[in-house]
T-cell receptor
């Protein structure tokens, strides 16, 4: 079974502080992992995916197969990072994204 | 040009009514999806179509019926609406398996 867990429903940090949004997954094979972001009153947007190894808006995420984690990190949070963040998994050959419960990130000035 | 567009954005209706939500994508993608986001913001897949063919049908009441007239459109019809159907419904599309999705802006359905 494919499952994604985001243990923090809410996360609040101060501007300029480091941010880490946790994501753990359960899948027996090699999954594709994604982070999506939903800013207030906007649609869900793809933030990054693990195979591209990009840094988008200063965010990075590393797939740790040993810990089955894909935590999202940013060294210095900005107010515009306040949003809902979803971690998602797609199993090999699967045809759907399975989402975590989401973490609402608030950056305080 | 909006890539994935849904109409309407908001829908308020009474219990027992039948309603439809439309989705169109102009990206040339082969696969389209419907997701439901509940009041706790949890996103769960409902249906997926690939080139007009149903490929995923999660455990969804049969009051929900998707229809894909062509690969650019995926509509969702809901019969006999219930209070528990109140949610935000998102349409999405992807070019191929393993690709990221492009989402529509959502349809907030409120059943009263």
């Amino acid at each position: 079974a494919q499952r994604v867990t985001q243990p923090e429903k809410l996360l609040s940090v101060f501007k300029g502080a480091p941010v880490e949004l946790k994501c753990n997954y359960s899948y027996s094979g090699s999954p594709e992992l994604f982070w999506y972001v939903q800013y207030s009153r906007q649609r869900l947007q793809l933030l990054l995916r693990h195979i591209s190894r990009e840094s988008i808006k200063g965010f990075t995420a590393d797939l740790n197969k040993g810990e089955t984690s894909f935590h999202l990190k940013k060294p210095f949070a900005q107010e515009e990072d306040s949003a809902m963040y979803y971690c998602a998994l797609m199993g090999k050959g699967a045809q759907k994204l399975v989402f975590g419960q989401g973490t609402r990130l608030t950056i305080n000035p | 040009d909006t890539a994935v567009s849904q109409t309407p954005k908001y829908l308020v209706t009474q219990m027992g009514n039948d309603k439809s939500i439309k989705c169109e994508q102009n990206l040339g993608h082969d696969t389209m999806y419907w997701y439901k986001q509940d009041s706790k913001k949890f996103l769960k897949i409902m249906f997926s179509y690939n080139n007009k063919e149903l490929i995923i049908n999660e455990t969804v009441p049969n009051r929900f019926s998707p229809k894909s007239p062509d690969k650019a459109h995926l509509n969702l019809h809901i019969n006999s609406l219930e209070l528990g159907d109140s949610a935000v419904y998102f349409c999405a599309s992807s070019q191929a398996l393993g690709d990221g999705y492009t989402f529509g802006s959502g349809t907030r359905l409120t059943v009263v």
